[in-house]
């Protein structure tokens, strides 16, 4: 049965009453209706459905349009439990008169959002020959998919062109131009008609002009609701331009959603020229003299850690060679060192080893970082095998890490975690390990 569908007629009509033509049970605790006529927009057009209320306090969840009958509008409402959807159903019997009511908020959102769409790709069609090829209503923006088609001499849309269309849209907007639809019967009907793009229908056609037909912003075939006029959206903006699938995305907003990021936007760069003592005159030139000090401090922190570094790895290469010229040799192939570190980061720990002198290093080194939970083993490689002592035994403290057969990181999910792998490595591990690599054989498992 055919839906009369009001949003045309009335676009602002924000409720409503109708007659139940047949609901039906869907899911767990759902009904599809339909009704003799609507307020609500199915989704279409790359514009979502309203949302509302249908009799009793029921909760339109989703209205929509069967391809093949565009005729009958089917309208889906939800509801917290079976038992509630139940005593609904038993309401909704043929010719039960129902309250439409809708969520009018969402609805003139979609209508100021979609007539700026429109009247976007219209400019852009007018200035650089792009036609709107992608259309998509996001939460957080919009989208238009623009490939410049119709005038040769453009081949890249830039942000200065964007620009320039935004400001040509808004200037759309402040003329307050009608924005009316007129419906076609057969698609020669349209002939002579200013479109944009071409029909891809024959017949039952809408057109939708932004001002004048003689002199149109836009004019194109479109089924979504707009303003009555083009003041209703009140501003357009776009956010950035970047090439996608031999076209160009166009991010944008309009209406509401456009003055709230311009009111976050202003408030962010307020708050940063208070923040910096500046006016919005000077702030760039502030936050330039500002990257510069910073960038400075960052230069000078590297050079005084590339200091401490290479002197740390100094004073404990020299501490190994001492030992290893005072016959101590048993001591470093023996031992295991531990060094704390925690005023460095991991990599810092690493370019230690690197530093030192393979010739004199103990058996095993191992740096610790315990704000980092992390240690690094460093070896020369023969004594041991760095990556294989993590690989193997580090998961059994809830650690992961690897490396080289030099040098190797374990990360762990506490201190106490980390403090009993080195544990485990000092009192157990290594006597076991030397033992299997005369053998021939591996550590796996040696602890277990």
């Known amino acids: 049965m055919k839906t009369d569908k009001i949003f045309y007629d009335d676009l602002y009509a924000k409720s409503g009453s109708a007659r139940v033509t047949k609901a039906t049970a869907k899911g767990d605790a759902g009904i599809t209706l339909e009704i003799d006529r609507t307020i609500f927009f199915p989704t279409g057009g790359g514009q979502s459905c309203d949302l509302g209320k249908i009799t009793a306090g029921s909760t339109v969840c989703e209205v929509c349009e069967v391809h093949e009958d565009k005729e009958q509008v089917y309208h889906e409402l939800c509801f917290s439990s079976p038992d509630k959807r139940d005593a609904a159903l038993k309401l909704l019997t043929e010719g039960t008169e129902v309250r439409l009511e809708i969520d009018w908020d969402r609805r003139f959102d979609n209508m100021q959002r979609h007539c700026g769409e429109h009247i976007l790709s219209g400019i852009f069609y007018r200035e650089y020959g792009g036609v709107n090829r992608g259309f998509h209503m996001g939460e957080d923006y919009m989208t238009i998919d623009i490939s410049l088609e119709e005038k040769p001499e ?197 370019e230690i080893g690197k530093q030192l002198d393979m010739t004199c290093l103990p058996r095993l080194l191992i740096f610790v970082s315990r704000p980092n939970k992390t240690c690094v083993l460093i070896s020369n490689g023969l004594s041991c095998d760095c990556a294989k002592l993590v690989k193997e035994n580090a998961g059994i403290y809830g650690g992961k890490g690897g490396g080289r057969n030099t040098s190797a990181r374990a990360i762990f999910p506490d201190e106490e975690s980390m403090d009993m792998f080195i544990t485990l490595l000092k009192t157990h591990l290594l006597g076991k390990y030397e033992d299997s690599l005369s053998a021939g054989g591996t550590t796996s498992r040696l602890l277990s």
Not at 179 to 205: N, W
Not at 306 to 318: N, Q
């Open 154 to 350: 453009y081949k890249e849309l830039t942000f200065d062109m964007c620009k320039h269309v935004e400001l040509c849209a808004n200037e759309v907007i402040w003329s307050n131009a009608p924005v009316i639809r007129r419906l076609y019967a057969t698609r020669e009907e349209c002939e002579g008609l200013p479109l944009r793009k071409k029909l891809a229908i024959e017949k039952d056609i809408s057109i939708v002009c932004v001002g004048a037909i003689e002199n149109a912003a836009d004019c194109v075939a479109c089924c979504g609701t707009h303003p009555a006029t083009a003041g209703q959206v009140g501003l357009i903006k776009i956010f950035k331009v970047e090439v996608n699938k031999g076209m160009f995305r166009v991010y944008c907003e309009a209406g509401r959603r456009a003055y709230l990021d311009y009111e976050y936007k202003h408030d962010f760069f307020t708050h940063m020229a208070n923040r910096l003592s500046a006016t919005n005159a000077t702030i760039y030139e502030q936050l330039a003299r500002d990257d510069a000090k910073v960038q400075a401090v960052r230069n000078e922190l590297y050079q005084l850690k590339r200091s401490v570094i290479s002197e740390r790895a100094y004073s404990l290469g020299l501490f190994f060679k001492k030992l290893a010229e005072m016959d101590k040799m048993e001591v470093l192939n023996d031992e295991i060192f531990t060094r704390e570190y925690n005023d460095l980061q991991v990599d810092d720990l690493f």
